[in-house]
């Protein structure tokens, strides 16, 4: 063993200088290859007597403080370099007594997130014999620590280097709002934390890689060993620069953000000990377990007082006391030792990242110190559950172990040959360096998905290629449900939904957010696969939501308050609109809504926030979803001599809200059911693999509308705003001779979230004249067939902003009219008998009367206290 | 054969026996050629028969690590553990260092030296298997008879145990679950089955667990069906464990796993260990009870090699079925008359009723068999309407058990409606996944009795139940419910439902059973129905028919499509008011499943004639009871 091998992990490694023997120094690292050695069971085993450091402060004291004869490596004199982070943080570095400033005043605290492996001796790299001492001079360079190939002054100085210089001009960040971005970014934070006195200081690992990749990858690669010496770099340099700034502890740095972010899922043994950033779900959340940092022991005898650190989670308990060498005298004194914070988190995968078919993964984490109850499970307190993975930056430690301690104990005594049988797994868990919500950012304020997908280049590549194709609308859309077979336009609009428009920030002029979603309503026949299409799209698109109008409440839509149970806190649960916050809701049986669930959606549909007034709590959500919905005609078949209004029976106010509005009809004729039927057949007996090569992916459509959404952004071009002026003039102008009102800018909003989608179809970053064209032609088309007075066969945007075409307004005061006439005609009769008056008038007028409009023209007298009903008699007032 | 003793009986001798050998040559890729190797030796002639099963041997006759075979349902799927691969022993005597094999092993050699070098982690994945739910006591008998496997108690066991008899041990049974009897009130089915197996039950002793749950029920082995039994296990799983999705049925054959250290492990870690390091009981008692069940309960087996079962089906050869062409064109040849008296077996217990027989048929051997987008085809829920009373449809599904390898009942109560999980949920307490009804196994049949349900209100559960099953029979997925969120887990199962009037529940398709008994007469046929039993090779001709059928391609010729849409055009033409995309769709499946059911591959004018013409007798008959109940949309 004493022979130095090469370990495959492709790092260069210092060569072994131990004997051989097992102490827990020992040079190999057993699971990972990486490791140095800190199984908790060898802590058992083979305890350290304390820290190397005690032993310097008491060079007299016997080598071996405990009866424990095991035999440690002989302390080295080069071992002992009061500079190396080896000593950081350990007894010998607290100066009791006076405080004052600077880094030997402030106390170091401990980290536990690091484990406690800071004792790991330096080695000389070139030292090939056991025990060779390297003279001071030319250690300088050489010395790494042990296992690693970090030098401890070139890593520090690098990495002040790193903070005094770096400067990132690009940062957007939250974090970094307020600094100037063209001074170095970390002094600047260094100063913060002097004024704030919040000693932790957050590293970008991208920053560092692109400042330092090799000290990148010694952070990545060796997190225990690098991140102390980070620690102890910039609290000289902090204490170099504020000498009087005083601190509750010494910084620590955390770093977060490293590249090498994984999901849980692909986590193996490699991982362990590395700095790695994962992303899930917090489901779980222990009590605050406080963890013994350093023991003290008194000795009963002579009252003499030692500490002991906690070495791999366990405290060796001195066996004998120093002072009076009695033996086993010594007590452990609880109220003098130190605590940390811990706590145990549970994450889980996040739905999005999984396989289909498989069930979610989770890991354990602990938090630590001030990171303890930074996260709460399922993340109540964030209003986008499902949606809001965490990614820690954390590295795996010794992944160990479930090795009962008992039977270390009875290994020298071999007293049963069942108990010397070790159970061969480990037991692995996270230590959290830093916690970042990520969907933090999403209660306030517009957020642009930006860390939501990572595409590779080669997908961006294919998805560019597929968007430079001049039938790149036309392919989408007919990649969109192809099991549902023709309605073009539908797709087409449900497609541009999908993309949805420019987002747009008026807030500082007052005007709010104007509204990027595009709202979507289908409405026809029973069976015309409505349902079919909506499962589609709530299986496309990650933040999508499902409801059915029928078993969904306000509440269930929205957000409602309840207490949890194990807490007793109130919390807020949040509903299918606050759920699909940046998705889309789908809403089937739209009509089956009660009327109070659907004033909700006024809100929504518009201002697209939820204001949320319950049990104390008075928020207002974002709620920034495009609606999909189904609604089926009041007399289950469509009935084409009525009007959209009140065929389904909804409120104009609602339907206005609506950009396009599609009728989903049956349409019977012979050359359409040829081409159903075909369409049916081959759906029932054309293989997987052809229906592939006819259509694009589900996961192609899936990136691409991604991609766009995230990253195409369009404005409207002059020729394009001068195309929507004409546009909506012309709308206005088509009614205006008939005395009807066909556009209202309502309109003139949706033509241009129509536009912009379509522009992002093209992954265009200027809306085009083509692309309002489309998006005049998919509302006319919708207009076409939701809008058309039954009556006169004309488009009359009317029948959806008031509920009534402006044909039968005008039909309903001619009758008014008349039926004044008629009374005025018949002299002064006081009351009238209802039917008489009924029958007079379609007496004598020429257009066929019916009771309704009879009614409504009563009701028009009424109102002007012409007239009144009562029962079967109508009085004349006045 | 001595050789094939020693793989089935010392499998990790054969292991390490090659890891060994490999010491020499790091590259030789020992592991893969250790699972080749097994392979090879089952794809020989009646080898996976000599493999002693887990289904049928209790527990404490098997040997501990000696190869065993579980056919069994992936129920969760546990987190990724990592372990010692390769570790390093020290004898403490001589100081000798010995390199040993972690793999397939729960427990290591004595003597581990932690600190070596040479150490080597690696991962494994655990699966919680439980026994195929609803799996019919004729497919259990039937593989237990066919196994060769010789069961030798092993030394350890002394059969002193007082041979209690099958009725004490139902009792016993009985007593243990009681809470959960309480719970879902078992309907009818259940004790016709043990009565059914009480025939032959007076087996040897090494046969049948049926004493196994007395001891088990203390732990919830988390069973997807209440009234389950039989061992769950933990399936190490060492490789491509990516390919295995939850609810996979699998035949996995494995080293056997019950070392008593598992357990006492466990409990000394709950005495001593957790005060000496608080980090250990950080897990719940629960997750730990869940994860680490003593190992005389849930085995683990450490697979070497696993075979998805596609049909379950004992009659049936276990490969598939183009590698069988013998069997399948036998049977192919004989599957008209099958059918036919098939036909007349279910015309018969259909109360006189071709029609309902006829279709009946169709269910049973539908299928999902492609997805298109979130379509799923080849669906054929049926709902039987009109059916006479309670103790009848009970009658119907012992006949359906009789032929279909797992099935299960539910009696749509309000009670059960209102009280069962159907939908499997997290729970986090335990970090596993709770099973419910609707977690059951590809081509399962459920059969929902409505005529159970009477009126009264559903609670919120209730409303979630109803759902589970509306999506279950429309899209053929369940969600599952992760608390946070949901995730859709994409099923077959074939659902019948039995009603009275229309069902409240979707379907694809609705008979309304004409009685060609009179109302006079029923009791009497009723009970003659029971009587009528069908010899058993008779049965096992059903049971294979149906199997078959379900197994076969299908595909439809260039013309026929044409014929198709061409039919369907005139039928629009003649009423485009009755006639839908819905319709055709109705009737492709239909078409599709009367060509199987006749084992032809293709779909031929006849079929389609025929489809069309019992499709509109149906229809016809619906018509006329149209008015009597006031179920109608």
């Known amino acids: 063993m004493s022979s130095p091998t090469s370990t495959p992990g492709g790092c260069k490694r210092g060569r072994n200088t131990n004997p051989a023997t097992p102490s827990s120094e020992g040079p190999t690292s057993p699971p990972s290859q990486r490791r140095r050695g800190q199984d908790s069971s060898t802590g058992d085993l083979m305890p350290m007597p304390t820290s190397p450091a005690t032993d310097i402060l008491s060079p007299a004291a016997p080598q071996d403080t405990s009866l424990f004869s095991s035999p440690r490596p002989s302390v080295q004199p080069n071992e002992v370099d009061m500079s190396s982070p080896l000593m950081y943080g350990t007894p010998s570095s607290r100066v009791e007594g006076t405080p004052r400033s600077g880094v030997r005043g402030t106390p170091a605290r401990q980290r536990p997130d690091l484990g406690s492996v800071r004792k790991a001796p330096q080695v ?688 309903k005061e001619e009758a008014a009219q008349a039926l004044k006439k008629l009374i005025q005609a018949k002299g002064k009769t006081p009351a009238m008998k209802y039917h008489q008056l009924l029958d007079d008038l379609r007496g004598q007028s020429e257009t066929a009367i019916t009771k309704e409009l009879f009614d409504e023209a009563l009701r028009a007298l009424a109102d002007e206290d012409y007239l009144t009903v009562t029962g079967k008699t109508v009085r004349l007032l006045a | 054969m001595p050789s094939t003793r020693d793989w089935i009986n010392n499998p990790l001798g054969v292991v390490e026996g090659m890891f060994a050998a490999s010491q020499s040559d790091p590259n030789s890729g020992w592991e893969a050629k250790a699972v080749e190797f097994f392979k090879d030796h089952l794809k020989e002639k009646d080898a996976p028969t000599s493999v002693p099963s887990l289904n049928d041997v209790p527990l404490h006759y098997l040997k501990p690590n000696s190869l065993v075979k579980f056919r069994c349902l992936i129920q969760d799927m546990f987190d990724p553990e990592f372990y010692m691969g390769v570790y390093e022993t020290v004898d403490p005597a001589t100081k000798a260092k010995v390199l040993r094999c972690g793999k397939y092993k729960d427990v290591t050699e004595c003597g581990v030296d932690f600190n070596s070098r040479n150490t080597v982690t690696a991962e494994r994945q655990t699966f919680y298997c439980v026994p195929i739910p609803g799996e019919n006591p004729w497919v259990k008998e039937s593989y237990a008879g066919s196994s060769q496997a010789r069961v030798v108690p092993s030394t350890s066991y002394a059969p002193t145990r007082q041979k209690r008899s099958y009725e004490e041990d139902d009792e016993m049974d009985d007593m243990d679950t009681q809470p959960q009897k309480q719970r879902e009130p078992h309907p009818g089915p259940q004790s016709p089955t043990e009565q059914h197996g009480n025939g032959d039950c007076k087996r040897q002793e090494t046969e049948a667990p049926s004493s196994q749950t007395a001891s088990t029920s203390h732990l919830d082995l988390n069973f997807p069906l209440p009234g389950e039994k039989g061992p769950s296990c933990l399936v190490k799983v060492y490789e491509n464990w990516d390919n295995f999705k939850l609810n996979d049925t699998l035949e996995v054959y494995g080293i056997l796993s019950v070392s008593p250290a598992l357990s006492a492990l466990a409990d000394e870690k709950d005495a001593s260990s957790s005060i000496m390091d608080p980090t250990e009981s950080m897990e719940t008692a629960e997750e730990q009870r869940v994860h680490c069940p003593p190992a005389s309960l849930v085995p683990r087996l450490h697979m070497l090699h696993a075979r998805p079962v596609s049909h379950n089906n004992p009659l049936l050869p276990s490969a598939t079925l183009e590698d069988n062409s013998a069997f399948l064109s036998s049977t192919l040849s004989e599957m008209a008359s099958v059918r036919a008296e098939l036909l007349t077996y279910f015309t018969h217990i259909l109360l006189g009723d071709a029609l309902a027989a006829e279709y009946l048929i169709l269910h049973l051997i539908s299928n999902v068999y492609s997805r298109r987008d979130v379509l799923p085809l080849g669906k054929f829920t049926l709902n039987l309407s009109g059916c006479p009373t309670a103790s009848y449809t009970e009658r119907l599904y012992q006949i359906i058990q009789q032929l279909v390898p797992s099935s299960y009942y539910l009696g749509m109560s309000l009670q059960n409606m209102n009280q069962m999980r159907l939908v499997p949920k997290k729970d986090y307490v335990a970090n596993r996944l709770a099973s419910g009804v609707l977690q059951l196994a590809r081509h399962t049949s459920l059969f929902l009795d409505e005529i159970q349900l009477e009126q009264g209100q559903l609670d919120t559960t209730g409303v979630r139940n109803v759902t589970a099953l509306g999506n279950l029979i429309t899209w053929q997925k369940v969600d599952y419910d992760f608390n946070y969120h949901q995730m859709e887990f994409p099923c077959n199962i074939n659902v019948l439902i039995v009603s009275e009037g229309r069902s409240l529940l979707p379907s694809d398709c609705q008979i309304h059973l004409q009685s060609q008994v009179t109302p006079a007469n029923m009791e009497e046929y009723l009970s003659s129905i029971h009587m009528h039993t069908q010899t058993s090779s008779q049965l096992n001709k059903f049971r294979i028919y149906l199997s078959v059928a379900r197994l076969l391609d299908y595909n439809i010729s260039d013309e026929m499509t044409k014929s198709v849409e061409d039919d369907f055009v005139d039928m629009r033409k003649d009423d485009p008011q009755s006639v839908s995309a819905e319709d055709l769709h109705r009737m492709l499946v239909v078409a599709r499943l009367l060509s199987l059911s006749l084992g032809q591959t293709s779909l031929s004018r006849d079929s389609w004639l025929r489809a069309k013409h019992i499709d509109m007798l149906r229809r016809s008959r619906m018509e006329q009871h149209k008015c009597v109940n006031g179920n109608e949309p």
Not at chain 1, 209 to 226: G, K, N, T, W
Not at chain 1, 390 to 399: A, V
């Open chain 1, 124 to 811: 000389d790299l070139h030292s090939d014999t056991d025990g060779a001492v390297a003279s001071e001079s030319n250690a300088g360079q050489r010395l790494v620590i042990w296992g690693t190939d970090v030098n401890v002054a070139t890593c520090k100085e690098k990495f002040q280097r790193f903070l005094q210089r770096f400067i990132d001009p690009t940062s957007n960040e939250d974090e970094n709002a307020g600094l100037d971005l063209n001074e170095p970014l970390y002094m600047q934070k260094l100063e913060e934390i002097s004024v704030v006195g919040d000693p932790v200081l957050s590293v970008n690992c991208l920053h560092v890689q692109s400042f330092d990749a090799e000290l990148y990858r010694q952070l990545v690669c060796y997190p225990q060993e690098v991140i102390p010496t980070f620690d102890m770099a910039v609290n000289e340099l902090f204490f170099e620069r504020f000498p009087d700034s005083i601190l509750e502890f010494q910084i620590q740095v955390r770093p977060y953000n490293a590249l090498k972010t994984r999901n849980m899922r692909s986590l193996n043994p490699e991982d362990i000990d590395q700095l790695i950033t994962i992303s899930g779900m917090v489901i779980r959340t222990s009590q605050l377990i406080p963890e013994m940092q350093e023991a003290f022991f008194q000795c009963q005898v002579c009252a003499y007082s030692t500490r002991v650190e906690v070495d791999r989670g366990r405290i060796a308990e001195p066996a004998v006391c120093r002072h009076c060498n009695t033996t086993h005298s010594l007590a452990l004194v609880h109220n003098r030792s130190v605590f940390s914070d811990k706590q145990m988190v549970k994450i889980q995968e996040s739905p999005e990242d999984m396989p289909a078919g498989q069930t979610p993964h989770t890991t354990i984490v602990y938090a630590h110190n001030d990171l303890v109850d930074k996260v709460q499970p399922g993340d109540r307190i964030n209003i986008t559950v499902n949606q809001s993975p965490i990614s820690l930056i954390h590295r795996r430690p010794n992944g160990f172990s479930n090795v009962p301690a008992g039977i270390y104990r009875a290994v020298p005594m071999r007293v049963s040959p069942i108990q010397s049988n070790v159970k061969s797994v480990y037991k692995t868990h996270i230590d959290a360096i830093h916690f970042r919500k990520t969907d933090e950012k999403r209660l306030h304020g517009v957020d642009d998905d930006a860390d939501q997908k990572l595409f590779t280049e080669d997908r961006v590549q294919t998805l560019k290629e597929l968007a430079a194709k001049p039938d790149v609308y036309e392919r989408l859309s007919s990649a969109l449900a192809p099991s549902i077979y023709e309605h073009e336009d539908i797709k087409k609009g449900i497609l541009l939904q999908l993309f949805g428009g420019s987002r747009k920030d008026f807030t500082q002029t007052g005007r709010g957010n104007f509204r990027a979603e595009v709202n979507i309503l289908l409405c026809g026949d029973p069976g015309t696969s409505k349902s079919q299409l909506l499962q589609y799209v709530f299986n496309l698109v990650p933040r999508g939501q499902y409801t059915s109008g029928k078993g969904s409440s306000a509440v269930g839509l929205t957000a409602y308050v309840m207490k949890d149970p194990e807490t007793r806190q109130l919390v807020l649960q949040t509903g299918a609109l606050v759920l699909s916050d940046n998705g889309i809701c789908c809403i089937d049986e739209f009509d089956k809504m009660s009327d109070s669930t659907r004033s909700v959606l006024h809100e929504v549909m518009e201002q697209q926030t939820l204001s949320i007034a319950k049990a104390g709590i008075i928020c207002q959500l974002n709620a920034r979803t495009a609606v999909l919905a189904a609604a089926n005609p009041i007399e289950s078949q469509w009935n084409p001599k009525k009007t959209t209004i009140e065929n389904i029976q909804l409120p104009h106010t609602l339907l206005s809200r609506f950009d396009l509005i599609f009728l989903m009809l049956d349409p019977q004729d012979e050359a359409y059911d040829r081409r159903l039927a075909h369409h049916l057949v081959s759906l029932y007996y054309q293989s997987e693999e052809q229906m592939e090569e006819e259509f694009l992916d589900m996961a192609v459509l899936r990136d691409y509308i991604a991609y766009a959404r995230t990253y195409i952004n369009p404005r409207l071009s002059e020729e394009a705003s001068q195309a929507l002026i004409e546009a909506y003039v012309d709308m206005r102008k088509i009614g205006s001779g008939r005395g009807m009102v066909s556009a209202y800018p309502r309109q003139l909003e949706s033509l241009i979230r129509l536009a912009e989608a379509h522009a992002k179809v093209r992954f265009s970053e200027k809306v085009e004249t083509i692309d309002v064209e489309e998006a005049k032609r998919l509302h006319r088309e919708a207009l076409k067939q939701s809008a058309t007075d039954p009556r006169t066969g004309f488009v009359d945007i009317a029948i959806l902003t008031t509920g009534m075409s402006a044909t039968a307004r005008k039909r």
